[in-house]
């Protein structure tokens, strides 16, 4: 019976329900962090703050604050030690050195893991020997994941006193038992963070997992773990894909042979991403919905940044 404790509060567990609700801002300083591309993807750096314009409720506001893409950076990297990540632990900590080893010198990183506990192994630091020592110190964890309490304390607690660029880098299968924070108070914090999320999102074969926990314990029937655990795989990908969403961040969907394509491109979009602020009038915020649009004023330029956000009433 261990066998089935362990496992079922994975098989069953049903994602938190994605709310559909805009952004909440609690502080009067509203950041948008933004990424400019060009018609086919390719990354623009090196602007200008005059090149940016800023909507809010259809009305152009004035910038406040500005960071280009050669800013530093703070980097969190979360890691799922969860016992349905056993199988995999080993291919993850090998991508996750090579991805911190693209950082550049003034960039910082702190290394998280969570399970049934969140443990930081490294804190915000720009020693590759420090980082890299602490992804070796990786080790598999418990049943539970607390999936949504580590990317909270990490924009409520490790970020919330640290100006500039900020970005969550997040490796899971995408599965939450266990934590305290709810999907909104999860949402909220990373609104009120303008921190970047980046799930990398990686499907975890069930049968070999099972094989691997039967090693120590009795086996439940193949037949009945797949169908739950692909249902299962679905909706957390959506949940994740909805964290990237409201952060203006950029989900990945990759299978664990082939996360070095997805650190690249994460590490590109660091290097060339922009934060703008500005501090709306308190006396016209009344707990609304306000729309924000960024535009820059260089032909065929696309644009991706928060679209709204809501104030307390």
Known sequence: MKIVQVV???????????????????????????????????FISGLKQEKFEL????????ITHFATSEDPVNIALLLDTSVSTTTV???????????????????????????SKLEVLCPLSSDRREL?????????????????????????????????????????????????????????????????????F??????????????????????????????????????????AELSAGRFYQSDVAQLDKAFRQISEELR???LIGFYPDQSKLRGETHLLEVRVSIPDAVVRSRRSYRTSP
């Open 8 to 42: 079922l509060p994975i098989l069953l567990l049903v994602p938190a329900m994605i709310a559909q609700e805009p952004i909440r801002v609690e502080s009067a300083l509203v950041n948008v962090p933004v990424i400019v591309t060009d018609q086919h993807g390719r």
């Open 202 to 243: 990686y499907r975890v074969d069930p049968i070999q997992l099972m094989e691997k926990i039967a090693e120590i314990s009795s086996r439940l029937p193949r037949e009945a773990v797949e169908p739950a655990w692909r249902k299962m795989e679905a909706e957390a990908a959506e949940y994740l894909e909805r964290i």
């Open 272 to 274: 060339s991403q922009y």
């Open 89 to 115: 632990l080993k291919k993850i900590k090998k991508a996750a050195e090579r991805f911190l080893l693209q950082m550049r010198p003034q960039d910082r990183a702190l290394v998280m893991t969570f399970d």
């Open 132 to 200: 890299k020592e602490a992804i070796k110190n990786v080790r598999e964890g418990g049943s539970s994941t607390k999936l949504r309490d580590a990317i909270f304390q990490i924009v409520q607690k490790r970020f919330r006193s640290i100006a500039g660029r900020k970005a969550i880098v997040l490796l899971t299968d995408g599965q939450d038992h266990g934590s305290a924070t709810s999907t909104q108070e999860l949402f909220d914090a990373i609104a009120a963070s303008s921190t970047l999320v980046y799930p990398i």
């Open 55 to 62: 909507l809010h409720d259809g009305l152009k506001e004035k």
